[in-house]
């Protein structure tokens, strides 16, 4: 399985970006999607998760700015809309697909935004 990240970019604060992550093809379904940020010199930490039925789970600081979705077989292809974006949102974002015990990730995409 390869995840393939897009959508990365570099904003001003206040502006919005949407993020896509698509799985190749035939690679089957996963139990939970998500996104991860990585901020310099920080560890990787949760931004939101979709599971296969479409619960959503949010860290706090993106709660109410950020939107996870996802599409149903075959394009499986995960979303992450974030809008009025801060600067301390900058950072890589990695995509996450999870089978049972195994996780898959995708090569991340660089999320700039300037205040």
């Known amino acids: 399985v390869q995840l393939q990240a897009s959508g990365g970019g570099l904003v001003q604060a206040g502006e919005s970006l949407r993020l896509s992550c698509q799985p190749s093809?035939?690679?089957?379904?996963?139990?939970?999607m998500g996104w991860y940020r990585q901020a310099p010199g920080d560890k990787r930490d949760m931004v939101a998760t979709?599971?296969?039925?479409?619960?959503?789970?949010y860290a706090g600081s993106v709660q109410g700015r950020f939107t996870i979705s996802r599409e149903v077989a075959p394009k499986r292809t995960v979303y992450l809309q974030m809008n009025s974006l801060k600067p301390e949102d900058t950072g890589i974002y990695y995509c996450?697909?999870?089978?049972?015990?195994?996780?898959?990730w995708g090569q991340g995409t660089l999320v700039t935004v300037s205040s």
């Open positions: 996450n697909f999870k089978r049972g015990t195994v996780n898959y």
């Open positions: 093809a035939r690679s089957g379904g996963f139990s939970i």
């Open positions: 979709i599971t296969a039925g479409g619960s959503t789970n």
